[in-house]
């Protein structure tokens, strides 16, 4: 459907030329060729946040929460950490950063769906048909970009996947989505110089024409992220994206596969000075099968990335100014399906948490026995970005005005997970 904005302008008109402005920016990430590693500039004492989205629904019964004596327990083992937790026998790289790290282990949310889950994990409200809420991304980097004058990068990248988007902060801090080579994804990336230039000339007749028309908000924006699109193409600064340059012990550190790349250029862009960078790593639907594709598959490339980006950032003074989320939508049931998998559960899950001052090598919560519920309090969606807030310096008492003018607390009025901090 093509709905329309406020001011007549289609969405899929307003994304066809977003989509050519993004084009730019791919050619010039593409081709890099001036773009050293040495105009990365080191921003201590800035607050970041890193969340590695874990797209599917992952089972963190067989993760972080493991039930050994009990028949929900599964095939796998726990085992000993740095921290004062257990965590499965599969994760024995994330097993020696634990003391930097803590798990959330009473999160109770009311989401199962997919979709409706990832609304609501990524903005703190279930979604609502007469707004549009602004994802974590969106919001860290709405508050913390306003003292980063130098930076040229855009506030908001997501590595490997899409994120939410700004919802009523608008699309200057929507999500600027990249692969894990650092290239826009599903379009031109190398334009001849002639095309280039008569695409921006054609882009900048037509905002001038919307704009001198009064054609509103929408339009005004669209021609913010022309410019801004135009700025980074010149900049230095945008051999953040740019993993190759790292020397090749560190690459094969975090992994030669898609989530290790983006890990290393989540701390790239972090080192830069960019407020909020998600990474994704999906394929956590297991709805059968689940003990071979997580033992095989899924956390291999968990445990190395995830390690090595919490040690790296530790060893470059990073760790005390970022926030570092690991989480799903939900969790998955505490029973073995007769697929041996595990279906949608979001009554008694976990998340886990690091950095930016948070209390670290701890379990917050428990589910019972046999993982089928929270025990005493429980946690939510919001309450978690409440407390990532907090983590990173941003006022609880920040409001916001949705398009309808109506007043909407920063992360919906969570409460702070007290034990983290």
Known sequence: MNY???????RRHFAKHLAGLSAFAGSSLALGKSLSANALTLKKNQKSAILLWMGGGPSTIDLWDMKPNSPNGGDFNPIATTGDVQICEHLPLMAQQMDKMSIVRNMSTREADHQRGRYYMH???????????PSYGSVIAHE?????????????????????????????????????NGNVRNLEMNLPADRLTQRMQALRLLE????????????????????????????QQMSAFRTESEPEEVRERYGANN??????????????????????????????????????????MLDQGMSALVADLHARELYDDTAIIWMGEFG?????????????WARSWSVVVGGAGMQPGIAVGETDPDGLSVVGDAYTAEDLMASICKALDISLETNFTSTSGRPMRIANSGKIISELF
């Open 208 to 235: 001038s024409g919307f704009i001198n028309e009064n054609r509103g908000r929408s339009s005004m924006e669209h021609a913010k992220v022309l410019d801004k699109t135009l700025n980074l193409m010149t900049s």
């Open 4 to 10: 329309r904005t406020p001011n007549g302008m289609t």
């Open 332 to 344: 998955r049931t505490p029973r073995i399906n007769g697929n041996a998998g595990r279906d949608h």
């Open 144 to 180: 913390l970009n306003q003292n980063r004058g130098a930076l040229e990068l855009p506030p908001f990248v997501s590595v490997g996947g899409g994120s939410e988007g700004p919802g009523f902060l608008g699309m200057s801090w929507a999500p600027f989505t990249v692969d894990s």
């Open 123 to 133: 903005t703190g409200y279930v979604p609502n048909p007469n707004v549009v809420h």
């Open 259 to 300: 989530f290790g790349r983006s890990c290393l250029m989540a701390r790239r862009l972090v080192e830069a000075g960019v407020p909020f960078v998600e990474v994704n790593l999906g394929g956590w639907d297991n709805h059968q099968g689940i003990f071979n594709t997580l033992r095989d598959q899924r956390l291999p």
